[in-house]
């Protein structure tokens, strides 16, 4: 078992649609930029204070924009030691229609980003919106990244819960 934690930066005015908007115009309203952007402003906090209150480690699918949005989660992920999986540049940056060469720069760039700010390569790859090209994910031969589908086929575990 492990915990997934999508750490995200959103664009305004461009891009990906929220999901939960019935309304396409209500997805590129202030009032839905600001409810994305709480994440990042308090709600990742508050799960950082309960998670280092129960000892559990996280995993962080994140977006490469957030070194740049928001310094400070990156720089509390790595004092944790949490895993980074790669998510994209953005979430408002959809790769799921992307021709495979277009995709595996999207891939490369958002992977690029965080091995110069942590040093290494992320240990996966978790697409935004999770609209990856069937067979276009950095797993390929030669690509280097393990997809992650939230079922994690074949990795032990990484924390126990004890009663």
């Known amino acids: 078992m492990?915990?997934?934690l999508n750490?995200?930066?959103f664009g305004f005015r461009g891009g990906a649609r929220a999901r939960r908007s019935r309304r396409p115009t209500r997805a590129q309203s202030h009032s839905?930029?600001?409810w994305r952007d709480y994440g990042n402003r308090v709600g990742i906090w508050r799960l950082f204070e309960l998670l280092d209150e129960l000892g559990l480690p996280a995993e962080a699918q994140m977006n490469a924009a957030v070194y740049e949005m928001a310094p400070d989660i990156p720089a509390k992920l790595r004092a944790r030691g949490d895993e980074i999986l790669g998510h994209g540049l953005t979430n408002s940056d959809e790769q799921g229609h992307l021709a495979e060469?277009?995709?595996r720069a999207l891939i490369a760039e958002a992977t690029a980003a965080i091995e110069r700010h942590e040093g290494a390569r992320p240990v996966g790859w978790m697409?935004?919106?999770a609209l990856q090209q069937r067979g276009h994910h950095g797993s390929a031969p030669?690509?280097?990244l393990p997809l992650r589908d939230g079922l994690d086929h074949?990795?032990?575990?990484?924390l126990a819960l004890h009663a």
């Open 2 to 4: 492990y915990l997934a």
């Open 7 to 9: 750490i995200e930066a």
């Open 32 to 34: 839905v930029y600001s």
């Open 101 to 103: 060469d277009r995709e």
């Open 127 to 129: 697409s935004p919106l």
């Open 142 to 144: 030669g690509g280097g």
């Open 154 to 158: 074949g990795r032990p575990a990484r």
